[in-house]
Nanobody
Framework: QVQLVESGGGLVQAGGSLRLSCAAS????????MGWFRQAPGKEREFVSA???????????YYADSVKGRFTISRDNAKNTVYLQMNSLKPEDTAVYYC???????????????????WGQGTQVTVSS
């Protein structure tokens, strides 16, 4: 069983920045594909970003079109933590952000909720205009 704990959410003005963190339990974090999803009020949960399992010192990072160029995902395997740096935030980024872990390290299906085995409780991000 893997536990995921998100932190770093909050209230920020449009144009501001936040960094979300997701700390994972377990000893095989490096083998997981890690993803971030978000759910705005009245909307379905959607893919935001994902980072592949370790491949030497390289990773693949994936982004939804809506956040590309503004958000950056990274991971620190020594700390069992994945980060989401969010810059140039917009009111439409307001949502609960969820961290998720795919223990099989799926490749091309990183944007699909169903491939993720574990989810965090979510952290609220509110961007005011």
């Amino acid at each position: 069983q893997v536990q995921l704990v998100e932190s770093g959410g909050g209230l920020v003005q449009a144009g501001g920045s936040l960094r979300l963190s997701c700390a994972a339990s377990g000893r095989t974090f490096a083998k997981y594909t890690m993803g971030w999803f978000r759910q705005a009020p009245g909307k379905e949960r959607e893919f935001v970003s994902a980072i592949s399992r370790s491949g030497g010192n390289s990773y693949y990072a994936y982004y939804a079109d809506s956040v590309k160029g503004r958000f950056t995902i990274s991971r620190d395997n020594a700390k069992n933590t994945v980060y989401l740096q969010m810059n140039s935030l917009k009111p439409e980024d307001t949502a609960v952000y969820y961290c998720a872990a795919d223990q099989r390290g799926s490749g091309s299906n990183y944007y699909i909720e169903g491939v993720y085995d574990y989810w965090g409780q979510g952290t609220q991000v509110t961007v005011s205009s």
